[in-house]
């Protein structure tokens, strides 16, 4: 589904990504684990196609990033660790609205919006002004608003961040039901406790690259030190 090869993104003379290959298939859950400053942001844009890479190539979904960019986006859906969202809203526009940007509207999306602010707890809320919805609730319909056009692949920096754990048990579930209908679902995580409840397979990155890439028990042995050294990062 996603296709990554020899991915370079310098910034000025410094090398944040540093020639990355990956290769992550249609319906798996997929996780870059890495401390602050790894590069994971770096790799998830350019991913995303907000980001230009100094080299390499992206195919989403079969389609070349580099060379027909808006193609791969309408296959991709974002959730930055920093979103922008229009306060002057109401929950229900803003999924409205984000479905617009992808062609999308009607009673379908009426639809998948209702069931995704009762997913989240925020259907009493559809109606309020996104100014007055908390900071938890906001990252809920930030992440509501990946899901309302169905992409083939979401990617998502950081999703556990900001959410209490009744939403973080919500996510997960919601990111399981995805994947098992096919969808591609690709995060990035400092954390790993998420990456180890989350992913079906995770690459591990320090410094712009990957030092090692499999399941949770792969990486275990192909790490030296074995859980000593994955839990140290
Ligand atoms: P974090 O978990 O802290 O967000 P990360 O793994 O996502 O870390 P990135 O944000 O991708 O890491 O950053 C990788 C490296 O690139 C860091 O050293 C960072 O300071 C540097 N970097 C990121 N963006 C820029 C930029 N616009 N200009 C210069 N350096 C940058």
New binding site residues.
Partial sequence: MIEISKLVKR?GD?T?VKGIDLVVPRGELFGFL?P????????LRMMAGILKPTSGSIRVAGVDLIADPAGAKSKLGFIP?RPFIYEKLTGAEFLRFVAGLYDQKGDDVEHRARELLALFDLEEWRDELVESYSHGMRQKLIISSAFVHRPEVIIVDEPMVGLDPKAARILKDLFREYTHRGHTIIF?T?TLEVAESLCDRLAI?VH?EIKAYGTMSDLRQQLEGGEKGLEEL
Avoid: R, V
């Avoid at 602050?36 to 790799?43: R, Y």
């Fill in positions: 910034y410094f944040a890495g602050n400053g790894a590069g994971k942001t770096t790799t660790d990035s400092h990155i712009g």
